[in-house]
């Protein structure tokens, strides 16, 4: 009895130590992942700063803005 409970706990503790192990790596990877967006993100906004705003007219579309359309559809 007692050899099968230290078999038991000694498969456990492995799994343990692997799962251990497993976290660690996801966390390094989303801590990575987070990076690169944070870098996307800010390369994204001095992007849009280079681009000239757009006139009034150029956001309508018969009449109506897109800024309506878009939101009607978010809401559909």
Not at 45 to 58: D, N, W
Request: glycine content about 6%.
């Amino acid at each position: 009895m007692n050899e099968q409970i230290e078999k038991r706990l000694h498969t456990l503790e492995e799994e343990y130590q692997n799962g251990r192990r497993m976290l660690a790596e996801l966390e390094a990877k989303e801590s990575g992942l987070r990076s690169s967006l944070l870098r996307i993100s800010g390369a994204i906004q001095v992007l849009r700063e280079f681009l000239p705003e757009k006139p009034p007219e150029a956001t309508q579309a018969n009449g109506v803005s897109l800024e309506t359309v878009e939101a009607g559809n978010a809401v559909s």
